[in-house]
Every structure is written in structure tokens, then in C-alpha cells.
């Protein structure tokens, strides 16, 4: 199949690639642009390890083509952490031991960091339902909830304070 | 000692040994984005394998067609089982003594088998070409009901086993059938049924479902024609045990091979067997000379690879008309699917289903098990469980609820008058196990107390005389359990996996400045070892956790150990981990010793040094020991601070817990809302309680799951209806219950550090707490037993079955 040029800005830096139009977006992601930390769960967008936002929204990128993502803006969770080190969901993440085998920690960390935007304080209700598109199949989500709720209110305070 | 000496506590805070909620030392690439799994692998003049899969459940295979998948370009060839039988490679042992098709020979078993491994340059082309090869089937009848399976005319199905009447675990009766276990005592049970005042009786189903880890199977296989060297990642939660097999497929000498078990997304049991894709992978590796990525996906995931239970369990159960239980009968048909590829050790075909008596004191049971083979896929694994530990605790905690409702009894109490008592450790079981310790009576207590299950009882009789009255549609259930597992597999004497004995082991090496490197057997696969072994360690050694790197799944440089499954890491990898941190510290003590010109029984160990009995101002520290191991020539010592440890279990661990959960029922429609979950285990000496508290969360949701929702069911003609996550239930945070977690302590006398396990635990109690509570809600309308998963159309039928939608 005929390959296409896709241009997308990922993580702040301005990416190029040559990809068929049926190929993937985590496709695009993970094998032709190296950024790995994008997983793959299922084909059914269910999942949710997959999880990377474009253009201010999170999406699945399992079921984005390459060619709908042409000329977006991503961000995937190797663009979550700043110059000064990890974000402040991350390291709630691993305050509060909201992950184990890692896997769906990408997609459930690129979620919270938009849903945060979406909502900066939101009620354990509101992060459950926000969340709901991203499956854990070792935490139980009890801390992950937990770890995004901290993570929330320090953001908050630190917003505050600046 | 002068005043900047840290006191002992201080000391021991610092190290973040046994005890201390550590934060885990993976998180920090895993919150990154900086794991590597294994389809993060990418290597140069990598290459791709996918399967062509059977639609059919059970069929001839007439002849198959590659020429246009062959045409697709960047298509490198197209494997059939006659390609591979050249190399003996078309079928492959099984972990339970059955041999299963590589690729299909001749004909296929079960929907989703293996035809043909297509191989090429890109996934887009070898998708492609998948798609555009043509399989000739001649349909064959179907056989999907163990109990049809074993009529007398039943279709056959596994031709290559005809005219044999004896199988790797004894006689076969009938030709779909694979092996019948039995333990204990028949005849005596039996008279024990006929006597008693009063005999319960129930078939209880525990429904075939799938581990479904977030990452699914896969590998890369690596061929080095140069040297000879086959390289293979994957998701393997023994690696050690793959290379063996591999060896022997494959006629590689095991020094030539080389796994590594890379990040593991997940595993609950997935990730234990051996399947087709590996075999295929290195196959086409050693033909075309290049590294080959083979990656299911997830319909290929949940149709082919490890299924979990399919027990279908006649239970009798005797008492007298107190309550006090007198015996125990179990008969169980056992769904293998089309090759019996259950991952248990060698001499138990069943698992550990003999534990099935629970934490009762029964005087005498008998345990019966036939094995079946069906058009459904192979699997049988231990699904975040021990050996078939779930459907056992399953089955008694029904069995003891059928039981209450005979006698008339609370089923609180019920539990509490058969408990074997703290006095009674170690016990014997009726079925052969020694439980090694355990005080149930105290957690029962706790549990009720806790939950205030008077209270809860009252509000439930107040809610059920409002239901009749008309004043609520809305049931309340409340679900006990108390279960027994049996973990830490297991004494080499008894336990063997493919011939290998199941211990484990630990290599540590400490550095001439004092930090650590110790390599084990095991596996992670989001059970933190990198975190809790090195707690373990600095315990053991006086060296700061954070100064103990842990390694594991690279079968060139860690020791030979069985791997991570079945609750066995701690047990067993603990107690070696333990162990070779003892060996350490006892040439320490001699280094310190000569350091100090004392003899070694002049000194004590005292959190990271070694001091002079009632000189405590004279000592010296594990760090200067490990320096002055390397830069000092020791009299009758060898240089360097090394030690290994194989730890062969002289028994199993028995951990037990205390699970109640409250749920309210909408009777008209079915919905179950989980008010409280309230999980109290006992795991023995605990290394970390975060990282416990997380396991319980996740198995308990796995619990859920499987109580509530999750199945792999066939239709009538083999059709796999729950191929995605579309219709086969992984909860989200939405649905999710929340849980209360607590504990009691009770050390494993046998352990060097008392441990139990914990990772299982909350998926064996987790699922009868689950189902109990749905039939609880309807115990007082007459119902006794309902088949899993609970979902809500099943128990609106349960409510429309009862009379209560008139």
C-alpha cells in the first residue's frame, strides 16, 4: 500500500514519517517513531493502554488511523514529565502504589493527566467514571484512584502557591 | 558506640528491610514510559509470525491453500504442520503429560487452533497474507459438554490417542477421556454419607474463564547462526523451564540457549505454558536466519492460549444434626479442552483440588477427578490461584453454605464450630495435606466483629420483611468466606514441573564498597520483587534496601529456579533469598571475627554489624566485612563475598483468610451493587504491607470479576463467544468495589522468614465471598445453588425463577 507523509508535533517536537493510511496511530507511535511507553491491549479500544491525547483530548490510538492524526498534536507519557523530573501524577503513582505490572500505567497516567485538566478537583466518583475507559487488571484501581485524588490536590496547592 | 551511632531502631528504619512499606523500586520506569515489554523489542532484520487460525471447533483439514498469501509482498513463507514434523516439531509435550498440536496435523480440535505461521517482512504484510490463505475443512461434529463427551457415542476426538487405554495419570475409561485421580478414602466416606443425620448435596460449576492479562503473549526468537546461540525474550513466567524445554525440542544444548523474561504485563497463570507460537517463532528464526516477532493479539489470547477452571463439582457433605461435620465427597468432571495442557505439577493431574476440605476439621472425604476432553481450547491454568486451590475453596464454601440452609444453621456459625482449632497445628488432613499452622478462629472473629455481622444480619431480616411487605424491590446478601490455600510449590520429593523439581534459588553477590547484587529464579510480573526481595536481603545482611539490586528472568546469568506462579515466589524464592543472606552474613561473622581478633562466638549480629558481646563500642559493620572480603588476605578465607542458596520446601505454606461482602440486589433487575468488601488474610510474616494491600485489591477485583461477570463460553457448535473485551467482563474503576483489608499474623513454622504468600489469597477467598453473597440474598426464597458468573441477567433469572417478578 502506498505510504503517506505524516507530520504530527509529539511531545512538544515536531515529528515526520512515511506510514500507510490504515496503519495505526500506536502503530505510527510505538514502531516508527520509537516512543514505546504507548501499549497495546486489545483491538477493540476497550483497554485504554493505549491512551495518548491529541490535540488537547484523549483518545485511543488504536483506533486512530496515522492519516486522521496527520498535522495533530500529541502527547504521549514520555511527554508527561517536565525538565525538573516527574510529574506530580507519576510520583503519586508510586506514593500511593497505584500500579504493579506497569502496563496499563501509560494510558492510565496520560487519562488522569488530561482529566485533571478536564477537572483540576475532582470527587472519587468523577475520577472512577473519568477513568473508566482505562483497564487495570492488578491494582483494583483502589489506588490508582487515590494516587490521582493526591495528585489532584497537590496540584491544586502548588497552583496556590505560585 | 559514641553518640553519632544511629540506635538500633534508627538503624533498622534505614534499611527498609521486612516490614517497611517500601516504595518499589519499578516505578519509576514504568510511570515513565520506560518498561520494556516485550513487543518493545525491536532488533535489526527483525521479521513477524501470525497465525492462520481454525474457525471451526472441530474439522478435517483437507488441504490448505498459501499461493496467494505466498504472492503478498514481503511474504517469506507459510509454516504447515508438515514443515515442522521433519523436525518432530509439529506437536509438542504438553506440562501435564498430553502432547498438543504445534500446527494443525490433519485435522483441528478447537475454534482459534493453530493451521499455518505465516512469516514476513512487516505485521501489515504477514496480517495480509493470514487473511488470503485457504483452509479446506470437512466439518466434523462438535462435543463442547464434558458429560456428552463421555457418552458412549461421542464423536472422537483425539484420533492419535486411539486404542490407548492408558494415559500419562493412569487407565482412560472411554476414548474423550483423559485420566481419573482419586484421594482419600471411598468406602468410608460413603458409609459416613449413609449414616449421617443429615447429607447436603449440590452440583457446584465453577465456569470456564480466562487470566487476561493487559499484555498478551508473545516472544522474539533469535537464531545466531554464528555461534550457535538461540536468544529468545517473551512473556514467560518461567524462563528457566522454557529453556529446558526448548533444549529438548530442539536438541540445542541448554548452554546455547539463552531466555529472557523481559517486563511481564501481567501474567495470573497466562504466561506459564508453552504454546505453538514460541515453537513456530524459533522455527522460523533458525530457517531464515533472523529474529522473529510473534505477538497475539487478544482474540487469539482469549480463544487459544490458557483457559482457567471448567470444574463441574458434585459435592456431598455429611453432619450431624448439631452441625459438626463428618465427611466430605467430591466428584469432579474436569473440562480439559483438546489437549490436556494444564499447568500443574506432574503428580497431581488435578492440581491441589485435594484441599478442598478448606479450614474444616472433616474426619474422612474422598476426592474422585476425571479429566475430559472437549472441542474447546487447551489450557487448565492456575488463574491467579495455586493448582486448582480456587475451585477448591470454592467448592467447600459453597458446600458449607448448601449445608447451613439444610441444618437450618447461621452459617457464621456453621464455619466456627468446624474450624480446626489453633491446637490441632500442624493438622492432617483427611485428604493427605500437613496444614503447617493457623489460628482461624481468631481472624473469624476479628472479620465478624469487624463488619458487625449482627448488625448486618438484623438489617437484613429488617429488609427482607420490608421486600415482603412491598416496601422495597431491593434484596441484601451478605457472603462469607473462610479459606485455606495451599501455596509455596513445593517439596521437590512431590512436586516436579516437566521432571524439574520445584525449588527456587538466590545468588548474591556483595561488592567491595558494600552494596549487593542477588540474582533469583523467579519472575515479576507486577509483584515488586525488585522491591520485597531486597527488603528480605536487607534484613538478612545489614545492607540498606536501596543498595540491593535484584535481577531476574535472564536464564545466562540467574540461578535455575521454577519460576513465578502458583503464590511460590515468596515461599520458596523468599526462603532461598533468606537463606543465601544467612551464608553471607555467617562469613561475615568470620571476617568481622578476625577484623576484631576475637573468635566469632564472641560476637552478636546487631541490625548491619557485628559487635563484641558487652563491648558494644567494638565492632564492625557488613560494609567494612565486604571490603576487607577483597582487599585483605584472611587466614583459611577465601576472597570475595558470595553465596547461593537452592531451597528445596520441606512442605507447603497454608495461607488463610477471612473474606465478607455486603451487596444490595435490585430484584427486578439483577443489578448487584457491592456496598463493602471487608478482606482480612493472613499471610504469615509480612515483607510489605503496601505491596500486600495492593495484591489483595487486585485479586479481589479479579474475584469480582469472575463472580460477576467473566466466562469463556463455546455455543453448541464450538463458537468461542467471548472473544474480545467486548464481551468477556474486565471490570472498570467504575464498577469496581471498594475494600477494607486487615490481617492477623500467624508465621509459617517451617519458613526462615514465616512467610506465606499472599498474591493468590484474595482471588480464592475473593470469589466464594462474591457468590455466597448473591445466593445469601436469595436464601431465605429457597435457592441453593446458582452457576457463576453472577452477571445481572442471571440473577433476574435467579429473582423471575424464585417467583419474585409476580
Same mark, same amino acid.
Given at each position: 500500500?502506498?505510504?503517506?507523509?505524516?507530520?504530527?508535533?509529539?511531545?512538544?517536537?515536531?515529528?515526520?514519517?512515511?506510514?500507510?493510511?490504515?496503519?495505526?496511530?500506536? /502503530?505510527?507511535?510505538?514502531?516508527?517513531?520509537?516512543?514505546?511507553?504507548?501499549?497495546?491491549?486489545?483491538?477493540?479500544?476497550?483497554?485504554?493502554?493505549?491512551?495518548?491525547?491529541?490535540?488537547?483530548?484523549?483518545?485511543?490510538?488504536?483506533?486512530?488511523?496515522?492519516?486522521?492524526?496527520?498535522?495533530?498534536?500529541?502527547?504521549?507519557?514520555?511527554?508527561?514529565?517536565?525538565?525538573?523530573?516527574?510529574?506530580?501524577?507519576?510520583?503519586?503513582?508510586?506514593?500511593? /502504589?497505584?500500579?504493579?505490572?506497569?502496563?496499563?500505567?501509560?494510558?492510565?497516567?496520560?487519562?488522569?493527566?488530561?482529566?485533571?485538566?478536564?477537572?483540576?478537583?475532582?470527587?472519587?466518583?468523577?475520577?472512577?467514571?473519568?477513568?473508566?475507559?482505562?483497564?487495570?487488571?492488578?491494582?483494583?484501581?483502589?489506588?490508582?484512584?487515590?494516587?490521582?485524588?493526591?495528585?489532584?490536590?497537590?496540584?491544586?496547592?502548588?497552583?496556590?502557591?505560585? | 558506640?559514641?553518640?553519632?551511632?544511629?540506635?538500633?531502631?534508627?538503624?533498622?528504619?534505614?534499611?527498609?528491610?521486612?516490614?517497611?512499606?517500601?516504595?518499589?523500586?519499578?516505578?519509576?520506569?514504568?510511570?515513565?514510559?520506560?518498561?520494556? #515489554?516485550?513487543?518493545?523489542?525491536?532488533?535489526?532484520?527483525?521479521?513477524?509470525?501470525?497465525?492462520?487460525?481454525?474457525?471451526?471447533?472441530?474439522?478435517?483439514?483437507?488441504?490448505?491453500?498459501?499461493?496467494?498469501?505466498? +504472492?503478498?509482498?514481503?511474504?517469506?513463507?507459510?509454516?504447515?504442520?508438515?514443515?515442522?514434523?521433519?523436525?518432530?516439531?509439529?506437536?509438542?509435550?504438553?506440562?501435564?503429560?498430553?502432547?498438543?498440536?504445534?500446527?494443525?496435523?490433519?485435522?483441528?480440535?478447537?475454534?482459534?487452533?493453530? !493451521?499455518?505461521?505465516?512469516?514476513?517482512?512487516?505485521?501489515?504484510?504477514?496480517?495480509?497474507?493470514?487473511?488470503?490463505?485457504?483452509?479446506? #475443512?470437512?466439518?466434523?461434529?462438535?462435543?463442547?459438554?464434558?458429560?456428552?463427551?463421555?457418552? =458412549?457415542?461421542?464423536?472422537?476426538?483425539?484420533?492419535?490417542?486411539?486404542?490407548?487405554?492408558?494415559?500419562?495419570?493412569?487407565?482412560?475409561?472411554?476414548?474423550?477421556?483423559?485420566?481419573?485421580?482419586?484421594?482419600?478414602?471411598?468406602?468410608?466416606?460413603?458409609?459416613?454419607?449413609?449414616?449421617?443425620?443429615?447429607?447436603?448435596?449440590?452440583?457446584?460449576?465453577?465456569?470456564?474463564?480466562?487470566?487476561?492479562?493487559?499484555?498478551?503473549?508473545?516472544?522474539?526468537?533469535?537464531?545466531?547462526?554464528?555461534?550457535?546461540?538461540?536468544?529468545?525474550?517473551?512473556?514467560?513466567?518461567?524462563?528457566?523451564?522454557?529453556?529446558?524445554?526448548?533444549?529438548?525440542?530442539?536438541?540445542?544444548?541448554?548452554?546455547?540457549?539463552?531466555?529472557?523474561?523481559?517486563?511481564?504485563?501481567?501474567?495470573?497463570?497466562?504466561?506459564?505454558?508453552?504454546?505453538?507460537?514460541?515453537?513456530?517463532?524459533?522455527?522460523?528464526?533458525?530457517?531464515?536466519?533472523?529474529?522473529?516477532?510473534?505477538?497475539?493479539?487478544?482474540?487469539?489470547?482469549?480463544?487459544?492460549?490458557?483457559?482457567?477452571?471448567?470444574?463441574?463439582?458434585?459435592?456431598?457433605?455429611?453432619?450431624?444434626?448439631?452441625?459438626?461435620?463428618?465427611?466430605?465427597?467430591?466428584?469432579?468432571?474436569?473440562?480439559?479442552?483438546?489437549?490436556?495442557?494444564?499447568?500443574?505439577? &506432574?503428580?497431581?493431574?488435578?492440581?491441589?483440588?485435594?484441599?478442598?476440605?478448606?479450614?474444616?476439621?472433616?474426619?474422612?472425604?474422598? $476426592?474422585?477427578?476425571?479429566?475430559?476432553? &472437549?472441542?474447546?481450547?487447551?489450557?487448565?491454568?492456575?488463574?491467579?490461584?495455586?493448582?486448582?486451590?480456587?475451585?477448591?475453596?470454592?467448592?467447600?464454601?459453597?458446600?458449607?453454605?448448601?449445608?447451613?440452609?439444610? $441444618?437450618?444453621?447461621?452459617?457464621?456459625?456453621?464455619?466456627?464450630?468446624?474450624?480446626?482449632?489453633?491446637?490441632?497445628?500442624?493438622?492432617?488432613? =483427611?485428604?493427605?495435606?500437613?496444614?503447617?499452622?493457623?489460628?482461624?478462629?481468631?481472624?473469624?472473629?476479628?472479620?465478624?466483629?469487624?463488619?458487625?455481622?449482627?448488625?448486618?444480619?438484623?438489617?437484613?431480616?429488617?429488609?427482607?420483611?420490608?421486600?415482603?411487605?412491598?416496601?422495597?424491590?431491593?434484596?441484601?446478601?451478605?457472603?462469607?468466606?473462610?479459606?485455606?490455600?495451599?501455596?509455596?510449590?513445593?517439596?521437590?520429593?512431590?512436586?516436579? !514441573?516437566?521432571?524439574?523439581?520445584?525449588?527456587?534459588?538466590?545468588?548474591?553477590?556483595?561488592?567491595?564498597?558494600?552494596?549487593?547484587? =542477588?540474582?533469583?529464579?523467579?519472575?515479576?510480573?507486577?509483584?515488586?520483587?525488585?522491591? &520485597?526481595?531486597?527488603?528480605?536481603?536487607?534484613?538478612?545482611?545489614?545492607?540498606?534496601?536501596?543498595?540491593?539490586?535484584?535481577?531476574?528472568?535472564?536464564?545466562?546469568?540467574?540461578?535455575?529456579?521454577?519460576?513465578?506462579?502458583?503464590?511460590?515466589?515468596?515461599?520458596?524464592?523468599?526462603?532461598? &533469598?533468606?537463606?543465601?543472606?544467612?551464608?553471607?552474613?555467617?562469613?561475615?561473622?568470620? !571476617?568481622?571475627?578476625?577484623?576484631?581478633?576475637?573468635?566469632?562466638?564472641?560476637?552478636?549480629?546487631?541490625?548491619?554489624?557485628?559487635?563484641?558481646?558487652?563491648?558494644?563500642?567494638?565492632?564492625?559493620?557488613?560494609?567494612?566485612? +565486604?571490603?576487607?572480603?577483597?582487599?585483605?588476605?584472611?587466614?583459611?578465607?577465601?576472597?570475595?563475598?558470595? +553465596?547461593?542458596? #537452592?531451597?528445596?520446601?520441606?512442605?507447603?505454606?497454608?495461607?488463610?483468610?477471612?473474606?465478607?461482602?455486603?451487596?444490595?440486589?435490585?430484584?427486578?433487575?439483577?443489578?448487584?451493587?457491592?456496598?463493602?468488601?471487608?478482606?482480612?488474610?493472613?499471610?504469615?510474616?509480612?515483607?510489605?504491607?503496601?505491596? !500486600?494491600?495492593?495484591?489483595?485489591?487486585?485479586?479481589?477485583?479479579?474475584?469480582?470479576?469472575?463472580?460477576?461477570?467473566?466466562?469463556?463460553?463455546?455455543?453448541?457448535?464450538?463458537?468461542?463467544?467471548?472473544?474480545?473485551?467486548?464481551?468477556?467482563?474486565?471490570?472498570?474503576?467504575?464498577?469496581?468495589?471498594? #475494600?477494607?483489608?486487615?490481617?492477623?499474623?500467624?508465621?509459617?513454622?517451617?519458613?526462615?522468614?514465616?512467610?506465606?504468600?499472599?498474591?493468590?489469597?484474595?482471588?480464592?477467598?475473593?470469589?466464594?465471598?462474591?457468590?455466597?453473597?448473591?445466593?445469601?440474598?436469595?436464601?431465605?426464597?429457597?435457592?441453593?445453588?446458582?452457576?457463576?458468573?453472577?452477571?445481572?441477567?442471571?440473577?433476574?433469572?435467579?429473582?423471575?425463577?424464585?417467583?419474585?417478578?409476580?
Amino acid at each position: 500500500m502506498k505510504k503517506m507523509h505524516i507530520e504530527l508535533t509529539v511531545n512538544g517536537q515536531p515529528m515526520e514519517t512515511l506510514a500507510e493510511p490504515r496503519e495505526l496511530l500506536v /502503530h505510527v507511535l510505538r514502531e516508527r517513531l520509537g516512543l514505546t511507553g504507548t501499549h497495546i491491549g486489545c483491538e477493540t479500544s476497550h483497554c485504554g493502554v493505549c491512551t495518548v491525547d491529541m490535540n488537547g483530548k484523549s483518545v485511543k490510538s488504536c483506533t486512530v488511523f496515522a492519516a486522521q492524526a496527520n498535522g495533530a498534536t500529541i502527547t504521549t507519557i514520555e511527554g508527561i514529565a517536565g525538565a525538573d523530573g516527574m510529574h506530580i501524577l507519576q510520583s503519586s503513582f508510586r506514593e500511593h /502504589h497505584g500500579l504493579q505490572c506497569g502496563y496499563c500505567t501509560p494510558g492510565m497516567i496520560t487519562r488522569a493527566w488530561r482529566l485533571l485538566q478536564e477537572n483540576p478537583s475532582p470527587t472519587e466518583e468523577e475520577v472512577r467514571f473519568g477513568m473508566a475507559g482505562n483497564l487495570c487488571r492488578c491494582t483494583g484501581y483502589q489506588n490508582i484512584v487515590k494516587a490521582i485524588l493526591h495528585a489532584a490536590s497537590e496540584m491544586s496547592a502548588k497552583e496556590a502557591a505560585e | 558506640m559514641n553518640d553519632l551511632t544511629p540506635d538500633q531502631t534508627a538503624r533498622a528504619t534505614a534499611l527498609k528491610g521486612m516490614g517497611s512499606s517500601r516504595k518499589r523500586v519499578e516505578d519509576a520506569r514504568f510511570t515513565q514510559g520506560k518498561g520494556n #515489554y516485550v513487543d518493545d523489542i525491536k532488533m535489526t532484520g527483525m521479521i513477524y509470525g501470525d497465525f492462520v487460525r481454525s474457525q471451526y471447533a472441530h474439522a478435517r483439514i483437507k488441504g490448505v491453500d498459501t499461493a496467494a498469501a505466498l +504472492a503478498v509482498p514481503g511474504i517469506i513463507a507459510v509454516l504447515q504442520a508438515a514443515d515442522l514434523a521433519p523436525l518432530g516439531l509439529h506437536w509438542m509435550p504438553t506440562l501435564a503429560g498430553d502432547k498438543q498440536m504445534v500446527l494443525a496435523d490433519g485435522k483441528v480440535l478447537f475454534q482459534g487452533q493453530e !493451521i499455518a505461521f505465516v512469516v514476513g517482512e512487516t505485521r501489515a504484510a504477514v496480517a495480509d497474507a493470514c487473511e488470503l490463505v485457504v483452509v479446506d #475443512y470437512e466439518e466434523l461434529p462438535v462435543v463442547v459438554d464434558p458429560f456428552k463427551a463421555m457418552a =458412549a457415542g461421542a464423536p472422537v476426538l483425539r484420533e492419535d490417542l486411539a486404542g490407548q487405554t492408558k494415559g500419562p495419570h493412569g487407565d482412560r475409561i472411554h476414548h474423550n477421556h483423559i485420566f481419573r485421580w482419586e484421594v482419600g478414602d471411598k468406602p468410608a466416606t460413603e458409609a459416613v454419607l449413609a449414616g449421617a443425620d443429615v447429607v447436603a448435596e449440590e452440583m457446584v460449576y465453577y465456569h470456564r474463564t480466562h487470566p487476561c492479562p493487559l499484555e498478551t503473549c508473545g516472544c522474539v526468537a533469535s537464531m545466531d547462526k554464528i555461534n550457535g546461540k538461540l536468544t529468545m525474550w517473551g512473556t514467560f513466567q518461567a524462563p528457566h523451564v522454557v529453556r529446558t524445554v526448548a533444549s529438548l525440542l530442539s536438541g540445542i544444548p541448554e548452554s546455547s540457549i539463552r531466555i529472557v523474561s523481559p517486563d511481564i504485563g501481567g501474567g495470573f497463570g497466562n504466561k506459564v505454558g508453552v504454546y505453538p507460537g514460541y515453537v513456530c517463532a524459533i522455527v522460523a528464526s533458525i530457517v531464515t536466519g533472523r529474529p522473529v516477532k510473534w505477538i497475539e493479539d487478544r482474540m487469539d489470547n482469549l480463544m487459544a492460549t490458557a483457559f482457567a477452571r471448567d470444574y463441574w463439582m458434585h459435592g456431598k457433605i455429611a453432619a450431624t444434626a448439631e452441625g459438626k461435620i463428618t465427611g466430605l465427597w467430591c466428584h469432579t468432571t474436569a473440562d480439559h479442552g483438546a489437549f490436556d495442557a494444564c499447568a500443574d505439577p &506432574t503428580k497431581f493431574p488435578a492440581g491441589f483440588m485435594s484441599i478442598c476440605t478448606g479450614s474444616y476439621d472433616i474426619p474422612v472425604a474422598y $476426592l474422585g477427578v476425571d479429566g475430559v476432553y &472437549t472441542n474447546k481450547a487447551p489450557g487448565g491454568v492456575a488463574y491467579r490461584c495455586s493448582f486448582r486451590v480456587t475451585e477448591a475453596a470454592y467448592f467447600i464454601e459453597r458446600m458449607i453454605e448448601i449445608l447451613a440452609i439444610k $441444618l437450618n444453621m447461621d452459617a457464621a456459625e456453621l464455619r466456627r464450630i468446624n474450624f480446626i482449632r489453633k491446637d490441632q497445628f500442624p493438622y492432617q488432613s =483427611a485428604l493427605g495435606w500437613e496444614y503447617d499452622s493457623g489460628d482461624y478462629h481468631t481472624a473469624w472473629d476479628k472479620a465478624l466483629k469487624a463488619v458487625n455481622y449482627t448488625g448486618l444480619r438484623a438489617e437484613q431480616a429488617t429488609r427482607l420483611a420490608d421486600f415482603k411487605a412491598g416496601k422495597t424491590r431491593s434484596l441484601m446478601g451478605i457472603g462469607l468466606c473462610h479459606f485455606t490455600e495451599i501455596v509455596g510449590a513445593g517439596p521437590v520429593k512431590n512436586c516436579d !514441573i516437566l521432571g524439574m523439581g520445584m525449588f527456587d534459588s538466590c545468588e548474591i553477590r556483595i561488592h567491595p564498597t558494600g552494596s549487593a547484587l =542477588a540474582r533469583l529464579g523467579t519472575i515479576s510480573q507486577g509483584q515488586g520483587h525488585a522491591t &520485597t526481595f531486597a527488603q528480605i536481603l536487607a534484613t538478612e545482611t545489614g545492607i540498606p534496601a536501596d543498595q540491593i539490586t535484584i535481577e531476574e528472568g535472564d536464564t545466562d546469568t540467574a540461578p535455575y529456579g521454577l519460576g513465578t506462579y502458583g503464590s511460590r515466589s515468596t515461599p520458596v524464592a523468599g526462603a532461598a &533469598t533468606a537463606l543465601a543472606g544467612r551464608k553471607i552474613r555467617a562469613k561475615a561473622q568470620m !571476617i568481622a571475627a578476625y577484623l576484631l581478633e576475637v573468635h566469632d562466638n564472641d560476637l552478636e549480629w546487631d541490625v548491619d554489624r557485628f559487635v563484641v558481646k558487652g563491648v558494644p563500642e567494638r565492632f564492625k559493620t557488613m560494609k567494612e566485612c +565486604a571490603y576487607a572480603a577483597y582487599n585483605q588476605a584472611i587466614p583459611g578465607l577465601e576472597p570475595g563475598l558470595e +553465596a547461593v542458596s #537452592y531451597y528445596d520446601p520441606p512442605n507447603m505454606t497454608y495461607p488463610f483468610g477471612a473474606y465478607i461482602c455486603v451487596m444490595d440486589i435490585d430484584v427486578d433487575t439483577g443489578v448487584a451493587d457491592i456496598r463493602s468488601f471487608y478482606a482480612l488474610d493472613d499471610c504469615g510474616t509480612r515483607i510489605n504491607p503496601m505491596i !500486600i494491600e495492593g495484591q489483595v485489591h487486585g485479586g479481589a477485583t479479579e474475584a469480582y470479576a469472575i463472580a460477576m461477570g467473566q466466562e469463556v463460553a463455546y455455543d453448541e457448535m464450538g463458537n468461542c463467544m467471548n472473544s474480545t473485551l467486548m464481551d468477556f467482563f474486565l471490570p472498570t474503576a467504575w464498577e469496581t468495589p471498594h #475494600y477494607t483489608t486487615d490481617h492477623t499474623e500467624t508465621p509459617s513454622p517451617h519458613h526462615p522468614i514465616g512467610a506465606k504468600g499472599v498474591g493468590e489469597s484474595p482471588n480464592v477467598g475473593g470469589v466464594p465471598a462474591f457468590s455466597n453473597a448473591v445466593h445469601d440474598a436469595f436464601r431465605s426464597f429457597g435457592l441453593t445453588q446458582s452457576h457463576m458468573p453472577h452477571d445481572h441477567w442471571r440473577i433476574w433469572r435467579i429473582a423471575n425463577q424464585l417467583g419474585l417478578h409476580e
